[in-house]
């Protein structure tokens, strides 16, 4: 049986010798190694070749050095301040409060060199090549005992010295290159915003995630997240038993379709939800968010529309009891500009809704947010003196929209791999097709 199979593989071989040239199987074996490399192994998943080796890139295409780079975007985090809603300013080094005399008493300390508060370079691993959809959780704010949050374990005297301290949350989606989908992760602050510490990866599936809105659940003293998880085409609520990680899923309130940026407040009694299907805007409603979502009779209140139809940002439930929403306008390209809404009529049989502001991307070339942005989390905040001031979590983009050039490029992407594919079909044909004409017996006459 070993010569037999010998004798196979050497007439295999000396067919395979006759049917090219060395030349051409030289040739052949290197363009098949190559894309081999270049489809299944090299800088995953766009290649050795990428589309911008073929195709010039403009300016606004050039990626950003600090982070690795998808062609799909460059979001950043910064924050925003105000007196109110719709007078929510991007922060400067200059307009810092933690560099003024009344930093010690004020809501939040801004970091001291501005915006962008947090980016892709503050995530050491894995490679990530944007960060979006930053989500601010201050415990006691949401009713929560004061949590502190200790990367590495303190003495009994600096633990002393936390006592009344309390740790800030920074949730958000980032774009992880190492599996090309969006993981969720988080950041934390001991200083009251005026520093960011990236503390890991809170939530991964087998799909993209997104949108990580969390809540507090004052009966049961539990956090609630509800992220976007479209790609399931369900809406999912996680709980934590190890506040900021270890999310699992709890409850699936719907399916059948893939919703986007659900987020929910409580007001008057009643959770209020709101979800996106196709830039339509659904609202339920629930005595508990845990327990049975009603369907809103008005539903969908927005229908079709790409200018109000999908959230940026959780609803905000003001000081007088009135609520607001955020909605991205994505008329042209997404990240457009965001518009304010007022709820002026929120019933369990009536909605309706006015625009406040529209808040646009700053332009220029150097701001953080200067081409795009999308979401806006704003929280109403008290300081020592007892004044109050709104600030935002926001995310933004230096860059214009580049997301048909990342369709091209996912394009590029499989045909590479056919090409890949239609070579190893060709080896094979030539090998099978010249060693069956060797083993093929002559024909009688």
Known sequence: AGRDSEQCWQGFLQAAMRSLS?????GLLALLAFFTLDAFVVHKPYGIIPLNFILPMSKTQTPPAVCGWDYEASWTIGMLRGPSLDRLDSISSSSSSSSSPSAASAAI????????????SDIPSPATSFVADPFLVIPEEQG???LLFDFEPKTTKEAAADAKASSWFL????????RVLGDL??????DRGKSWTYAGI???EDFHLSYPFVTYHKPTKQFLMIPETNQANEVRIYTTSNFPFDWRVHQTKLS??????TSAVFVNGLWWIVTSYEYSLYVYSAKDILGEWQHHPASPVVTSDRRFGRSAGPLVANFDGSIYRFAQDCSHFYGEKVYLFRITELTETEYSETIVKEYLPAGGDREWNARRFHHIDAHRLASENGSHEWFAVAD????????QFYIHQGWFRYLKTTVCICLWIALFYILGRDYLAEVKPPRKK
């Open 171 to 178: 949730f958000f989606e980032m774009k992880n290159l190492e």
């Open 256 to 261: 059948g379709k893939n919703y986007v940026d």
């Open 22 to 26: 060395p030349r051409a199987w030289l």
């Open 202 to 204: 809170v939530l991964q």
């Open 144 to 146: 929560s005992p004061r």
């Open 396 to 403: 933004g983009d230096v860059h214009p929209d580049d997301y």
């Open 109 to 120: 300390n801004t970091p001291p060199l501005g915006n962008p508060i947090f980016t892709c």
């Open 185 to 190: 992760g988080v950041a934390v602050s001991s």
